[in-house]
């Protein structure tokens, strides 16, 4: 193999890896449907407050106002409007985000929060 060729081949495969990664970084709907599913159905719905607040619609919801749900004290407060990166910062670590607030799960994992938020986009109140 001549070094061009070679060279080729390490460029295909670079950007075949840069664009896995690209994606992934965006998050994966499906994934998170899934994993909404299993870490956080126990307590939230998309359509109905449970133990913690409807999902319908958070991705551009300001924090705390979600109808009929009785939030923190902490969260009332915020001016936080929810968006993919005030989102991530609250999956990762909720009570750094907002101190005082009640939601005692996090995600460590970025892929997870990713896809996670992904599946929260699509979640449009007109849906």
Do not use: F
């Not at 009332?76 to 609250?90: G, M, P, Q, R």
């Amino acid at each position: 193999m001549n070094s061009r060729t070679y060279l080729l081949i390490l460029a295909v495969s670079l950007a075949g890896a840069l664009a896995a990664h690209t994606a992934h970084a965006a998050g994966d709907a499906s994934v998170g449907q899934l994993l909404y599913q299993a870490k956080c159905a126990a307590c939230h719905s998309i359509q109905y407050n449970g133990v913690g607040p409807a999902h319908l619609g958070v991705v551009g919801r300001k924090a705390g106002s979600a109808e009929a749900y009785t939030y923190s004290a902490a969260l009332n407060k915020s001016d936080i409007v929810w968006n993919e990166k005030l989102l991530d910062a609250w999956l990762r670590n909720p009570e750094k985000l907002v101190p005082g607030q009640k939601m005692g799960l996090s995600i460590p994992s970025a892929h997870e929060r990713a896809d996670l938020i992904a599946y929260l986009k699509t979640m449009k109140a007109d849906h």
